[in-house]
């Protein structure tokens, strides 16, 4: 927990350090179409991109998505 909570405390101190640890965000689909060279990128298959759209925004369609 103790490193932890150093990392943490560093991360928000210092953004480059912060974007290192945590990652940054990346758009993977965009006006309903899948963006391979971003998903390729990331290791991201369709399968594991839909099941995150329908867990996390209850969704079963890209077109429903934002």
């Known amino acids: 927990m103790g490193l932890h909570r150093f990392l943490a405390v560093l991360a ?3 953004e480059g350090f ?3 640890i945590k990652g940054k965000a990346t758009v993977l689909a965009e006006e309903g179409q899948l963006l391979w060279k971003p998903m ?3 290791e991201t298959t369709e399968k594991e991109l ?3 759209l329908s867990e ?3 969704s079963e369609s890209m077109d ?3």
């Open 18 to 20: 912060g974007s290192l």
């Open 40 to 42: 390729r990128q990331n």
């Open 50 to 52: 839909m099941e995150d």
């Open 56 to 58: 996390g925004a209850n």
């Open 64 to 66: 429903q998505a934002e």
């Open 12 to 14: 928000y101190h210092f």
